[in-house]
């Protein structure tokens, strides 16, 4: 078990990284480049995530089987394709030493008209993580069933703030330990 938990920690935190990255605003319009060939449905659900647009700044911590680890974070995430997605491009630094990167990811959120769900991808660490994820009012967790845990992460977003926690179940989902937790403020 301590050998599972020590290989899924990293990917764990790689993962959490991606799960917070922002974006420019202005690059989504319905009058973008392309835009006129997306349905507008596909264009309604991402617009949806209008919350987590801009760029963010703040730190975190991951609990790993050699202690808590703390880390700075920089997240961007921002709408691409014509407004048919959001990039979600994250970046973490050691917070002992900020010239040390510690991960860097990239995530893309989709929407899928045919099946009328939200589709998460994410890339970090060599791994490629696909989920469906649940959005809400201010609101986005997903979710990554690796066989034995289950992870999941939770964004909670208020005013100006972002604040995501990790968590872990090994009983399929009866009780959650928690072991990453992320707290950004929008910078831009």
Not at 15 to 20: I, P, S, V
Request: proline share 3%; with cysteine; net charge neutral.
């Amino acid at each position: 078990m301590m050998r599972l938990h020590r290989l899924l920690v990293p990917l764990i935190c790689a993962l959490t990284l991606a799960a917070g990255a922002p974006a420019v605003a202005a690059e989504h319009s319905a009058t973008s480049a392309g835009a006129a060939d997306v349905p507008a449905t596909q264009l309604d659900a991402i617009r949806r995530l209008d919350f987590m647009v801009g760029r963010w700044a703040g730190s975190g911590w991951v609990d790993t089987a050699s202690g808590r680890q703390e880390f700075l974070q920089t997240e961007k995430v921002a709408y691409k394709a014509g407004g048919q997605v959001l990039t979600v491009e994250g970046q973490g630094r050691d917070k002992a030493d900020p010239r040390r990167i510690v991960d860097t990811a990239l995530a893309v959120v989709g929407y899928s008209d045919q099946t009328g769900q939200y589709r998460w991808e994410a890339f970090s660490q060599g791994h490629v993580t696909e989920a469906v994820p649940v959005v809400g009012d201010h609101f986005f967790q997903w979710s990554l069933h690796t066989g034995g845990p289950t992870i999941r992460y939770t964004l909670s977003f208020t005013g100006r703030t972002w604040h995501e926690v990790g968590e872990y179940t090994l009983d399929g989902g009866v009780t959650w330990r928690q072991n990453f937790q992320m707290d950004l403020r929008r910078v831009a």
